[in-house]
């Protein structure tokens, strides 16, 4: 069923990035945006749940960076129960991807990579989870 609603208002800068993104991803229009990131982010709160889930952690990072090795690994350091493996796959001299496979509640894999693609220096992080139970 599909309902429409009039009045939503944006601010210009807020629209402008909008029309960004529509063209960027190849939407047909913004309502098929904006619904995509809806879409997106009620997936995302359901998420937020204690159910069981496997997935992956990607980041993507400049290993140039002395810190951020050990930054990713004191953080994996409190998550072992929820680690399966890491590793680490380097791109170029100096560019690094690295996968973490995990197990466990949805919510504290959430919250390793949100700690993971918080660390400053991280390029790109994306966890990718599906249930597991």
Known sequence: M??????VSLEEEILDELDLF?????????????????EKNIAEKKWM??????????????????????KITDIQQNYHDVI??????????DFCLHITTVKGAAHRLTELSDRLITVKGI????LVMSRAD
């Not at 399966?84 to 001299?93: G, N, T």
């Open 2 to 7: 599909s309902l429409k609603r009039f009045g």
């Open 22 to 38: 529509v063209k960027d991803n190849g939407f047909a229009n913004r309502s098929q945006a904006i619904r995509f990131i809806v």
């Open 49 to 70: 749940c204690g159910h069981l889930v496997a997935g992956t952690i990607v980041l993507m990072y400049n290993q140039s960076k002395r810190d951020i090795v050990t």
């Open 84 to 93: 399966l493996s890491s590793s680490h796959y380097y791109l170029d001299e």
């Open 123 to 126: 390029k790109h992080g994306k």
